[in-house]
């Protein structure tokens, strides 16, 4: 099975960045709490401290959810930098909206160079542009079109 490249990596840690403590989501300003590197769950309390270790640990688990997950949603192979902006973007959107999105489609049937503009689909959160999500969707669409050296 494939996996997130170092670039994928960083790009999922700096737009997340790491948070030492359980927060609100920042599109909704609640659910789903948050903690570490947007490591979201059960049994996240409002406030609640971990430490790095446990970021580090979420973010192995919840990576290898998404590695998973974008393995078995795509239907074509990708090269390391496509696979590795498909998980920066479901580890955001969640795999539900990669599974329903015309970013996979069109992916899933043939036509990968006409996928890149539509990362640019999902900038929303509450029916608002976040100025956030325009910076990472560029940034993974970005990711997906550079072709490896």
């Known amino acids: 099975m494939p996996h997130i490249n170092d670039a994928g990596l960083q ?3 700096s737009f997340e960045g790491c948070v030492l403590h359980v927060y609100p989501d920042p599109g909704t300003g609640g659910e789903p709490y948050t903690a570490g590197y947007g ?26 959810k998404f590695e998973t997950g974008v393995n078995n949603l795509c239907a074509v192979n990708l090269n390391s930098n496509q696979f590795s902006a498909l998980v920066s973007f479901a580890y955001n959107t969640g ?3 990669l599974g329903a999105s015309t970013l996979l489609h069109l992916i899933n ?4 160079d006409e996928a ?11 029916e608002e542009v976040m ?3 325009v910076r990472r969707r560029a ?4 990711l997906f079109s550079t072709k490896e050296s």
């Open 131 to 133: 100025p956030g999500l």
């Open 139 to 142: 940034a993974e669409a970005a």
């Open 11 to 13: 790009l999922i840690k």
């Open 95 to 97: 795999l539900n909206a």
């Open 39 to 64: 490591h979201t769950g059960s049994g996240l309390a409002l406030g609640t401290k971990i430490t790095q270790e446990q970021a580090d640990e979420w973010l192995e688990q919840d990576l290898y």
């Open 109 to 112: 049937t043939g036509h990968v």
């Open 116 to 126: 890149a503009p539509h990362f640019a689909s999902w900038v929303y959160a509450n």
